[in-house]
Each structure stands twice: as C-alpha cells, then as structure tokens.
C-alpha cells in the first residue's frame, strides 16, 4: 500500500505563484518517475510536467518557463513550483508516482487524491 498526500493548492490571482507537494509512503522500495497531471472541468487529464528518478524533466508546452518540478528522493517528494501563473491553469492537480513495493517490486502507478488549484482573472 503506497499513499500520495498532496498539499500547496489554492487560490492565487493572475500572476502569482503556488508551489505544489506531493509525498508517498508507505513500504517503498523505490520510486521511479514522477509527475503531475491537472484536469480542468470538462477536459482530459493532461500531463504537466514529470521528472525521472535521476532528474530529467519533462514539461507540457503550456507551462515551460512558468512551472518547475522538483523532487526530494530522501523524503520521497516531488514539487511543482508554478509561476505567472493564468486563469488557464485552473484545474485539479494530481500527483503520480511510479513505484516499486518491498512486495511488488515491478513499477506501478499510484496516484494522489487531486489538489485544487484556482487562478482568478
């Protein structure tokens, strides 16, 4: 049983910034790439940005140079940074882990409950 807890949304005006945290617990062997996804109401779910365990990232073209994510392999924590951010980035953020169990040892994705995150015009 792997946990994704996810915390840092809100509402913030145009402009402005939030920075997003997602932690997994549990019997953790290891942790693969990680992500965030956000969907909007009426819209797919749309990757954000990911990260591998080594560091390389990957962004949607519609936030590079706004957005960075980060993770902390020690406490098993991956961040979104978001800045300027627009009325466009309203969506329900999630984060995604993929992870590897002390019982299941292949990767498997787990994901967190949705954080809100609200930008005003």
């Known amino acids: 049983q792997v946990q994704l807890v996810e915390s840092g949304g809100g509402l913030v005006q145009t402009g402005g910034s939030l920075r997003l945290s997602c932690t997994a617990s549990g019997s953790i062997r290891s942790i693969g790439t990680m992500g965030w996804y956000r969907q909007a109401p009426e819209k797919q779910r749309e990757l954000v940005a990911t990260i591998t365990s080594g560091g390389s990232t990957h962004y949607a073209d519609s936030v590079k140079g706004r957005f960075t994510i980060s993770r902390d392999n020690a406490k098993n924590t991956v961040y979104l940074q978001m800045n300027s951010l627009k009325p466009e980035d309203t969506a329900v953020y999630y984060c995604?882990?993929?992870?590897?169990?002390?019982?299941?040892?292949?990767?498997?994705?787990?994901w967190g409950q949705g954080t809100q995150v609200t930008v005003s015009s």
């Open positions: 995604n882990a993929n992870v590897a169990t002390y019982r299941v040892t292949v990767y498997y994705p787990y």
